[in-house]
């Protein structure tokens, strides 16, 4: 039994031929149905393609938006540290301004004159360190009043100056690398009433 139907299988094999009809495809594909599935294709690549540009403009924008960001963190990392010394740097100037006023030529106390110059040298280093690492006193003096460096906390009757222009200081303000950090508080002219 079990040799019979070896036989048989080998009979089988035996009648096909290369010329025999069940080679060909059972569903062979006409032309148009090639052409569709080519255009068909062709769409998918162009989408993919597409979608592929789209993805490498988003990766782009990701990286420069991420590289800005470290820079600013790299430039302005220090703004906290900076609005600390600031405050130092007034209370350094007020002495020392307070030390010249005592310091009179005629004095006979050197001491008090030394003082005066050592502080004079502390606040001028201080200064030049500031300008090091991008920190810059703000001079506002006789400019327009802007919202975004300047505090208003008077108005000063414009003698000799035009309205909205600033006429005084009462604190220094700083700017860190362009941004400002501490504003100036400032007294501004306006026209006087009558």
Known sequence: CAFSTA?????????????????EPKHPLSDCALEHKAIKLEEQVRDLTERYRKALADSENVRRRTQKFVEDAKLFGIQSFCRDLVEVADILEKTTESAAGHAEPSDPNPTLKKIYEGLSLIEAKLQSVFAKHGLQKMNPVGGR?????HEIICHVPAEGMQPGTVALVTQDGYKLHGRTIRHALV????????
Not at 8 to 18: A, L, N
């Open 7 to 23: 036989a048989q299988q080998r009979s089988t094999g035996d009648e096909c031929g290369p010329e025999d009809p069940s080679d």
């Open 145 to 149: 009043y802007d919202p975004y460096d």
């Open 187 to 194: 007294g501004v002219a306006v026209e006087a009433q009558e």
